[in-house]
């Protein structure tokens, strides 16, 4: 494949270029599916137009990755294509993950930190299905059989909680709770 010394770098140190790393990776999180993303991306149809099989191709369209910037699509439920695609900063890809965001839920438009009271999942949560390509109405669901909140009533969300290694979810106020427990009894010795 003619990568024109990107793949190995112009430095000559065998480091792929950004702009090349980036070409990879998202071919692997569209084609491969043993890669751990490819469920967001090949798997739910997100594709790369053909113009991109070949690196130069890609290379010419986007131009050089500014130091710092990533692969970006505008449009989330859509390919990677010239026209969806862009160099963004950290910095613009977290701006939906800003407190100021506003959702859909019910039939209103509401700052995500209330979606986040209401219905006790995550923003962190809410915004990562979002950026997924779930639907806002979907994505402040609970996942079946996923209690919001653990047995003595406390929102996971609001709490945090830990997950045990067989992945059950433990609420900081009980994990505490328990500690302090484990801890006394240490003390009596029962
Ligand atoms: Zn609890």
Redesign the pocket.
Known sequence: MRTHGHSCGADGRGKPTPEYAAWCSMRARCLRSTNKDFKYYGGRGINICKRWNEFLNFLTDMGPCPAGYTLERKKNNKGYSKSNCKWATREEQSINRRTTRKICVGKQMILLKEAEKITGISRKTINDRINRGWTEQTATQPVKGQNP??????FYAA?GFYLTKHGHR??????V?NATRYKARLKLGV
């Open positions: 909140q653990c047995k003595r009533g406390h709490a433990v609420c900081r106020i009980c994990a709770d």
